[in-house]
């Protein structure tokens, strides 16, 4: 199973509140705390360190 098929049960570490995919598709990203985190190698890293904040 591919991990974008998994969003709608990913969550913000941060925040706990849903996560989107990117258009770039190459990370996700909270709209509620505007926390992105990257994609690497298919692999959704979702730790708070490793988030940058984004507008």
Do not use: H
């Not at 591919?2 to 996700?28: F, M």
């Not at 708070?48 to 507008?55: G, K, N, P, V």
């Amino acid at each position: 199973m591919d991990w974008k098929e998994l969003i709608d049960r990913l969550v913000c570490p941060a925040c706990r509140q849903p996560l989107a995919i990117k258009a770039s598709g190459d990370a996700l990203k909270c709209d509620a705390c505007k926390r992105v985190y990257p994609v690497r190698d298919d692999i959704p890293i979702l730790l708070i360190d490793q988030a940058t904040i984004e507008d």
